[in-house]
C-alpha cells in the first residue's frame, strides 16, 4: 500500500481545489489565441474600406463616377476651346488638339487620380491571375484615357497629343451600376430590377450617342470642322433612321466610324431592351411596389389571399366600395400566385385600374410586406383559400401569414377568415375573425326553425341601395322585395338621434315600438358606454340612457336621412301594405328613395294605444285584449317560448256590438316581471313534456331526463357557452346510431322511435367539429321541449370517438351511416319522417377541373331528391351561388328564364346581390358559404356586424341578450291585420321585437307545356265516372286560396308526344267500350282487358312510379311505407322575405314573423342590478324551481 501512494503523482495546479482558491492554477502553460489577425494588415483595410464595407465604398464609387464624368465635361471644354482651320484636309488635325495649359493641367490631375485608384482597386482585387485584371474592358478604358496623360508629362511634346477622354464615359457608367447597387445595399432595401434596367438602358444610350458625337466630331476636323452641336444633330438623324442627309460625314474614317457605331447599336440595344421587356412583364406579373410616399399620404388596405378568384375579387371591390367614406381607399392585394386572365382584364376597367395595386407576393416575406407598406396599412384582410383539396391546410396558411403580419406591423388591425372552428383560437389576437364552419352550421341550423334565416342574414350583410330589379316589375312580390332587401344596421348614439332622442329614460321596447311607428326604424339592439357587450332586446326593463349606441335597422343611417313631415290623407289603398292612399314624399337623401321607404310618415298607420276605431274584419267580433288575457295555445307550430298564445283574441264579453279590436299600449317604464306577461321561462309544454316523458318512458326503457345546462365536452376551443337542453346521464354511443339496434335499443329505423316531431337530417361527408354548432341552436334552453325535433346526422364514415362524446348529452340526437346518393341510405335515416333536410357541400368536392364543376354531384343529388320526396323542405349548401339557378330546374320554364334575364341584368349593373330575386335564395332553401365573406368585409367600417351576426344565430350567448326566432301567423291571428299594430302587440305583451316577414304566397305559372301538369284525368269527360287512383288524396284536390292548387300525380313534366299518346288511349278506350257495352262476356272482353291495362300503363304519371319505387323500396329494407305520402307538390310556391316592412304592411295567412326575444333570464329580478324590478319572492322562487338547471 505504502508503495502503490508513492506512485501516484499529484494532480496538476489547475486541477486542485487549494490551488483553484489560492490563484496557483493561472501560472499554467495555456496560450492566448488572436482570431482574425489577417484583417489587421495594412492590405486588408484598404480591402474593408475600398470594397467590403458597404458606405465607404458607395462613396468610393461615387468620387470614381464623378471624376468620370469630370473628364468627360473636360473634353467637351477642350472641344469648345478647339479652332482647327476649315476646308483644308489634314490628317494631321486628327493627331494633334490644340490643348490649353491649364486645361492640360486639369486632365493630367484627374488621369493621375483616377490611374492611382484603378491601380490600387486592381492591387487590392488581385487573387493570383494577374491577366483576369488586366485583360478587363474598364481596365483597358482606363489605361488608354489615363496613361497617355501621364505619359505627355514626362514628354512635354506630346502634350497637344488626341486622347479619346470621351471613352470615359463608359466607365462613368460602369460606376453607376457598381454605385446603385451598394446603394441600395447600404440602406438594406430590396432595389427594383426594373430600376436598374432601366438605368443601364438610358445609360448605355447615353454613352452610344456621346461616343458617336464625340468621335465623328474628332475625325470630321479633317473633313467638314462639324461642332458638337452638329454632330448630336447628325447622330440623332442617323439613329432615328430619318436621314435628312443635310450634315454628313465627308471622309472615310468617319464613315467607318458611323457603321462601327450602327452595328454596335443593332447588337447591344435589342438585347437591353429585350431585358428590359422581360422585366417589365414580370413586374406586370408581380405588380411593383406601393411606394412609401403614396403610404404615408393615402388610406390603404391589404388583402392577402394565397389564390385570388375573380369572384372571390369581385364580391370584395363591391361591398368593400360600397360605403361612401371608402371611396378614397387604394386596395394592395398581396397573393404568391401568378395574375389570372380574369383578374387582369378586370383590374384593366378603369373603376379598378386607379383603385387596386396588385402585388405578387407572400404574407411571410419581410420584404414583401414591405412592398405593400403593411405598416402604414388601416387594415389587412386575411382570408383562407376555401377551395383547397386540405382545407386544414389551409388554416395553418392563414394561421402563418396573421401571425407574420403581426409580428411586422402590430399596429395593423386584423381582419381573418378561418375555415375550422378548431383552429380558431390560434388568431383570437386579430380583431375580427370569422370562421367559416361555425357561421354556416348555425345559419343552416336556424333555417330549419326560422325559414330562411340564411337569406335574412346574407340581406342583412350586403350592402344595397334597394336598387335591384325594376321598379316597374310586373310582380308585385319583386317590388317589395327589392324595396325591403335594401335594409341594413346602423348605428348611433340615442343623444344624437333624432330617431330616438326623445325616448331617453324611456324602456327599450318602447322606444323601438315609437321608432318604428314614427319613422318605419327597427331598433333591434343597444351598447352601454360602459361596456363593450351588444345586448339584442334586452326587453322592457331596459331604460334607454343618452350614452346607449342604438343598433337599428333601417334603409339608410340616419344621417343620410331626410325628414319631411306630410299631411294626413286618407288612406284609398287596398289591402297591400305600401297603398298609393299613403301621403307622397319626396326624400332628398343619398339614396333617392321615396320617404315612405325610408320613414314611416305620421298618421300612415291604424294602430289604437287606448282607443280603436277601426272597424272589425268580417267574420270576428269586436272585443278588448290586456295584456294577460288569451284563449290558450291556438297553433303548436308556434315557435314560443310561453304556452299562451299573445296574439289570442279577447274573452267575448255581454254586448257584442259595444267590442272593438284594442291593444294594450306600450308601457313606458316597466314596474316588474311578476306580470304573468313577461312569465317567459314559465314553459307549459315543459310540463305536458314530462307527462309525455312519462308515458315514453313506460314504453321505452331508455328514456332519460332532461336538464338545462352547459354542454359538458365542447369538441374544441373557442366555443362560447351555450345553455342547452341536455341529458342528465349521456348517451351510449351504441345507441346514437339510429340504423343499428345494440343492447340498450332494440330499434333499427325511425318509425319505431314513435317521435312526436319530425326529423331534421343533415347529410354530411364527414363528422367534423362545425355540425356541433349545428346541434346548440337546436337545443337552446329557449326552445320548448314539445318543439324540439330529433337531429338525424346522415355521414358517409363512423365519426370519431371525441366527436361522439361531445353530442351524446344532447337529446334526440342520432347519426347513420351512408350516402345521401343512396335511398336505402335516406330511407334508413328516416327521410319519410323528415321534415327538413340540410345537404351540406363536401369539401372533396370543392375542388373540379373547371370552378363551378365543384356543385355539380351536390345539384343533381338535390334534384333526384326533390323527385323523389317533393313533400320535403330540403335546405342546400352550394359552393358558388352562381349554380344556384340550377336548384329546382325546369326546361322551358318561362319565369325562370324571365329571372336569368334578371339576374344579367343586375350583373351588368354591378349589384352586389345578383341572385337575390332566384327564386331558392328567396325562399332560403339555398345557402353558399361565399355570401359569408362580406360579413368580415363589412365589419371593416360597422366593427359591430360579426356580433350582432353572433347573437341572431345563437353562436354567442350574452347574457341579458335575446334571440331570434319565428312566429307563425294563423287564422285566429288575422285580427291584428298589419304590421303595425302586430309590432304593438308583441311589444305590450312580451316584449319581442318583429324584425321582418317570411311570406308564403301562390305563385301563378304562364301557362307552357313545361309547367302545366298532364295526366290522363284532366283530359277525359266529366260525365264519366273518374277510377280512383292510390296516390290520390283528398287535401291534395281541394287547395285552399292560401295554399296553391298543388299538382302532385300530374306534377312531372311530359313531353308532347306522351300526351298524344295519352289522348289516343284515352279515344280508343271510350270506342271499344260504346262497342261491346252489349257484349259483355263475349269474345271482345280479352281485348277489352288488355285495352285497360294499356290504358292504366298510360295512366301511371311519373309522379306514381317514383312513389313505387320508393314504397317498394321501403318494403325491401324492411320498413313500412304506411307513413309515406310523395304526392304533395310545392313547385307552385312562392316565398321571400320582408325586412323591416312599412308598419301598414297587411299580414297574410301562414306569414312568418322574425322575432327578436328578450332573454327570459334576464327578467328574473336580480337583487345587484342597476335597475331593481319590483317581484315578489313566491314568483322569483318559481321561476327558479320551475325545471332543473345544470350548470
Known amino acids: 500500500m505504502v508503495e502503490l501512494e508513492k506512485e501516484v503523482l499529484p494532480l496538476p495546479p489547475r486541477y486542485r481545489f487549494r490551488d483553484l482558491l489560492l490563484g496557483d492554477w493561472q501560472t499554467d502553460d495555456r496560450v492566448q489565441v488572436e482570431f482574425y489577425v489577417n484583417e489587421n494588415t495594412f492590405k486588408e483595410r484598404l480591402k474593408l474600406f475600398f470594397i467590403k464595407n458597404q458606405r465607404s465604398s458607395l462613396r468610393v464609387r461615387m468620387f470614381?463616377?464623378?471624376?468620370?464624368?469630370?473628364?468627360?465635361?473636360?473634353?467637351?471644354?477642350?472641344?469648345?476651346?478647339?479652332?482647327p482651320q476649315e476646308a483644308?484636309?489634314?490628317?494631321?488635325?486628327?493627331?494633334?488638339?490644340?490643348?490649353?495649359?491649364?486645361?492640360?493641367?486639369?486632365?493630367?490631375?484627374?488621369?493621375?487620380?483616377?490611374?492611382?485608384?484603378?491601380?490600387?482597386?486592381?492591387?487590392?482585387?488581385?487573387?493570383?491571375?494577374?491577366?483576369?485584371?488586366?485583360?478587363?474592358?474598364?481596365?483597358?478604358?482606363?489605361?488608354?484615357?489615363?496613361?497617355?496623360?501621364?505619359?505627355?508629362?514626362?514628354?512635354?511634346?506630346?502634350?497637344?497629343?488626341?486622347?479619346?477622354?470621351?471613352?470615359?464615359?463608359?466607365?462613368?457608367?460602369?460606376?453607376?451600376?457598381?454605385?446603385?447597387?451598394?446603394?441600395?445595399?447600404?440602406?438594406?432595401?430590396?432595389?427594383?430590377?426594373?430600376?436598374?434596367?432601366?438605368?443601364?438602358?438610358?445609360?448605355?444610350?447615353?454613352?452610344?450617342?456621346?461616343?458617336?458625337?464625340?468621335?465623328?466630331?474628332?475625325?470630321?476636323?479633317?473633313?467638314?470642322?462639324?461642332?458638337?452641336?452638329?454632330?448630336?444633330?447628325?447622330?440623332?438623324?442617323?439613329?432615328?433612321?430619318?436621314?435628312?442627309?443635310?450634315?454628313?460625314?465627308?471622309?472615310?474614317?468617319?464613315?467607318?466610324?458611323?457603321?462601327?457605331?450602327?452595328?454596335?447599336?443593332?447588337?447591344?440595344?435589342?438585347?437591353?431592351?429585350?431585358?428590359?421587356?422581360?422585366?417589365?412583364?414580370?413586374?406586370?406579373?408581380?405588380?411593383?411596389?406601393?411606394?412609401?410616399?403614396?403610404?404615408?399620404?393615402?388610406?390603404?388596405?391589404?388583402l392577402c389571399v394565397s389564390c385570388l378568384k375573380i369572384d372571390l375579387l369581385m364580391d370584395f371591390l363591391n361591398e368593400f366600395f360600397a360605403h361612401p367614406r371608402l371611396q378614397d381607399y387604394y386596395v394592395v392585394i398581396l397573393c404568391p400566385a401568378e395574375m389570372d386572365v380574369q383578374v387582369r382584364r378586370v383590374l384593366h376597367v378603369p373603376l379598378w385600374a386607379q383603385r387596386v395595386i396588385y402585388l405578387q407576393g407572400s404574407a411571410l416575406k419581410d420584404q414583401d410586406l414591405m412592398r405593400a407598406k403593411m405598416d402604414d396599412a388601416e387594415a389587412c384582410f386575411i382570408l383562407s383559400n376555401r377551395f383547397e383539396v386540405d382545407r386544414f391546410a389551409a388554416d395553418h396558411q392563414t394561421i402563418l401569414r396573421a401571425w407574420a403580419v403581426k409580428d411586422f406591423a402590430p399596429n395593423c388591425p386584423l381582419y381573418v377568415q378561418i375555415l375550422k372552428p378548431e383552429n380558431k383560437f390560434h388568431v383570437k389576437f386579430a380583431d375580427h375573425v370569422v370562421c367559416e364552419e361555425e357561421f354556416k352550421y348555425a345559419m343552416l341550423a336556424l333555417n330549419c326553425v326560422c325559414p330562411a334565416t340564411s337569406t335574412l342574414i346574407t340581406l342583412l350583410i350586403h350592402s344595397s341601395r334597394g336598387q335591384e330589379g325594376s321598379a316597374c316589375s310586373a310582380d308585385q312580390w319583386q317590388r317589395t322585395y327589392r324595396r325591403c332587401s335594401a335594409n341594413e344596421v346602423h348605428h348611433i348614439r340615442l343623444e344624437e338621434s333624432k330617431f330616438f332622442g326623445e325616448y331617453q329614460g324611456k324602456s327599450f321596447t318602447f322606444a323601438s315600438f315609437h321608432a318604428h311607428k314614427k319613422y318605419g326604424v327597427c331598433l333591434i339592439g343597444v351598447r352601454r358606454l360602459d361596456t363593450t357587450n351588444i345586448l339584442l332586446n334586452p326587453g322592457p326593463c331596459h331604460i334607454m340612457g343618452a350614452s346607449d349606441m342604438c343598433f337599428y335597422i333601417n334603409i339608410s343611417k340616419e344621417e343620410n336621412s331626410a325628414f319631411v313631415r306630410g299631411q294626413r290623407e286618407p288612406s284609398r289603398g287596398g289591402p297591400g301594405g305600401n297603398a298609393r292612399g299613403v301621403h307622397q314624399t319626396i326624400y332628398h337623401g343619398l339614396t333617392r328613395l321615396p320617404v315612405h321607404s325610408i320613414i314611416a310618415s305620421m298618421g300612415t298607420v291604424a294602430i289604437d294605444l287606448q282607443d280603436s276605431s277601426d272597424s272589425s274584419p268580417e267574420g270576428q267580433d269586436p272585443g278588448s285584449v290586456g295584456m294577460g288575457s288569451g284563449r290558450g295555445s291556438r297553433s303548436s307550430s308556434r315557435a314560443e317560448v310561453g304556452g299562451a298564445n299573445t296574439l289570442a283574441l279577447p274573452a267575448m264579453g255581454e254586448s257584442a256590438e259595444e267590442r272593438r279590436h284594442s291593444i294594450a299600449p306600450v308601457l313606458e317604464l316597466v314596474d316588474g316581471v311578476n306580470n304573468p306577461t313577461f312569465d317567459l321561462l314559465g314553459d307549459q309544454s315543459e310540463d305536458e313534456g314530462g307527462e309525455e316523458g312519462k308515458e315514453d318512458s313506460d314504453r321505452d326503457e331508455r328514456a332519460h331526463w332532461w336538464v338545462k345546462g352547459y354542454p359538458l365536452n365542447s369538441p374544441y376551443i373557442g366555443s362560447s357557452p351555450a345553455l342547452c337542453h341536455l341529458l342528465q346521464e349521456k348517451m351510449p354511443f351504441c345507441c346514437l346510431r339510429m340504423d343499428k339496434a345494440c343492447h340498450h335499443i332494440p330499434f333499427e329505423d325511425a318509425r319505431s322511435y314513435g317521435f312526436k316531431n319530425k326529423l331534421i337530417i343533415v347529410s354530411a361527408e364527414s363528422a367534423g367539429n362545425g355540425l356541433y354548432n349545428f346541434i346548440v341552436p337546436l337545443r337552446a334552453y329557449y326552445r320548448p321541449r314539445k318543439e324540439l325535433n330529433p337531429i338525424v346526422l346522415l355521414l358517409e364514415s363512423i365519426p370519431e370517438a371525441d366527436f361522439l362524446e361531445a353530442i351524446c348529452w344532447f337529446p334526440m340526437v342520432f347519426y347513420t351511416v351512408g350516402s345521401i346518393d343512396n335511398l336505402d341510405s335516406l330511407l334508413r335515416c328516416g327521410v319519410t319522417f323528415a321534415d327538413t333536410m340540410v345537404v351540406v357541400d363536401k369539401e372533396s368536392s370543392m375542388i373540379a377541373e373547371e370552378d363551378y364543376m365543384a356543385d355539380a354531384k351536390t345539384i343533381v343529388n338535390v334534384q333526384t331528391l326533390f323527385r323523389l320526396f317533393p313533400a320535403l323542405s330540403i335546405i342546400t349548401e352550394l359552393t358558388h351561388p352562381a349554380n344556384m339557378r340550377f336548384m329546382q330546374f325546369k326546361v322551358k320554364d318561362h319565369y325562370s328564364l324571365a329571372l336569368s334575364k334578371l339576374e344579367k341584368k343586375e350583373r351588368e349593373k354591378g349589384s352586389n346581390l345578383v341572385f337575390m330575386f332566384r327564386l331558392p335564395f328567396a325562399a332560403g332553401k339555398v345557402f353558399s358559404v361565399s355570401m359569408l365573406d362580406t360579413l368580415l368585409y363589412q365589419s371593416f367600417v360597422k366593427d359591430y356586424m360579426i356580433s350582432i351576426t353572433r347573437l341572431l344565430l345563437g353562436l354567442d350567448s350574452m347574457p341579458g341578450s335575446g334571440f331570434l326566432c319565428a312566429m307563425k301567423i294563423t287564422e285566429d291571428d288575422l285580427w291584428i291585420r298589419t304590421y303595425g299594430r302586430l309590432y304593438q302587440k308583441l311589444c305590450s305583451s312580451t316584449g319581442d321585437i318583429p324584425i321582418g316577414i317570411y311570406r308564403t304566397e301562390a305563385h301563378k305559372l304562364p301557362v307552357s307545356e313545361s309547367q302545366v301538369s298532364i295526366t290522363v284525368e284532366d283530359y277525359e269527360d266529366t260525365r264519366e265516372p273518374r277510377e280512383p287512383l292510390l296516390s290520390r288524396t283528398g287535401p291534395h284536390r281541394?287547395?285552399?286560396?292560401?295554399?296553391?292548387?298543388?299538382?302532385?300525380?300530374?306534377?312531372?313534366?311530359?313531353?308532347?308526344?306522351?300526351?298524344?299518346?295519352?289522348?289516343?288511349?284515352?279515344r280508343l278506350s271510350r270506342k271499344g267500350g260504346r262497342g261491346l257495352s252489349g257484349a259483355k262476356g263475349g269474345p271482345g272482353s280479352a281485348a277489352e282487358r288488355i285495352s285497360q291495362q294499356r290504358l292504366t300503363l298510360f295512366r301511371r304519371s311519373e309522379r306514381q312510379e317514383l312513389n313505387a319505387l320508393v314504397r317498394t323500396r321501403m318494403k325491401h329494407l324492411g320498413l313500412s311505407p304506411s307513413g309515406f305520402n310523395g304526392m304533395t307538390d310545392q313547385g307552385n310556391r312562392l316565398s321571400y322575405i320582408l325586412i323591416n316592412p312599412s308598419p301598414d304592411t297587411r299580414l297574410e295567412l301562414h306569414d312568418v314573423v322574425y322575432l327578436i326575444r328578450p332573454d327570459p333570464l334576464s327578467l328574473v329580478p336580480n337583487q345587484g342590478s342597476s335597475r331593481k324590478c319590483s317581484a315578489g319572492r313566491s314568483e322569483s322562487h318559481r321561476f327558479d324551481t320551475q325545471d332543473s338547471t345544470h350548470l
Open 1038 to 1066: 281541394n287547395s285552399t286560396s292560401s295554399e296553391p292548387i298543388s299538382s302532385s300525380s300530374h306534377s312531372s313534366d311530359h313531353p308532347l308526344l306522351r300526351r298524344k299518346s295519352m289522348q289516343w288511349a284515352r
Open 64 to 83: 470614381n463616377f464623378a471624376l468620370k464624368v469630370l473628364s468627360c465635361l473636360l473634353y467637351i471644354v477642350r472641344v469648345l476651346l478647339d479652332n
Open 88 to 302: 483644308r484636309q489634314d490628317w494631321k488635325l486628327i493627331i494633334w488638339v490644340d490643348r490649353p495649359l491649364p486645361l492640360w493641367a486639369l486632365q493630367v490631375l484627374v488621369a493621375f487620380i483616377s490611374f492611382s485608384e484603378t491601380m490600387l482597386l486592381v492591387y487590392l482585387s488581385y487573387k493570383g491571375n494577374v491577366w483576369e485584371q488586366v485583360l478587363r474592358v474598364p481596365f483597358i478604358l482606363e489605361m488608354i484615357s489615363a496613361v497617355p496623360f501621364m505619359i505627355t508629362v514626362i514628354l512635354p511634346s506630346l502634350r497637344n497629343l488626341f486622347i479619346p477622354v470621351f471613352l470615359n464615359c463608359w466607365l462613368a457608367k460602369h460606376a453607376l451600376e457598381n454605385m446603385i447597387n451598394d446603394l441600395h445595399r447600404a440602406i438594406q432595401r430590396t432595389h427594383s430590377a426594373m430600376f436598374n434596367q432601366v438605368v443601364i438602358l438610358i445609360s448605355t444610350l447615353v454613352c452610344l450617342m456621346f461616343t458617336c458625337i464625340c468621335g465623328i466630331q474628332h475625325l470630321e476636323r479633317a473633313g467638314n470642322n462639324l461642332t458638337l452641336f452638329d454632330s448630336l444633330y447628325f447622330c440623332v438623324v442617323t439613329f432615328s433612321t430619318v436621314g435628312f442627309g443635310d450634315v454628313t460625314p465627308q471622309i472615310w474614317p468617319s464613315q467607318l466610324l458611323v457603321v462601327i457605331m450602327i452595328f454596335v447599336a443593332l447588337i447591344v440595344l435589342p438585347i437591353q431592351f429585350e431585358q428590359l421587356a422581360f422585366l417589365w412583364m414580370e413586374r406586370q406579373k408581380s405588380g411593383g411596389n406601393y411606394s412609401r410616399y403614396r403610404a404615408q399620404t393615402e388610406k390603404h388596405v391589404v
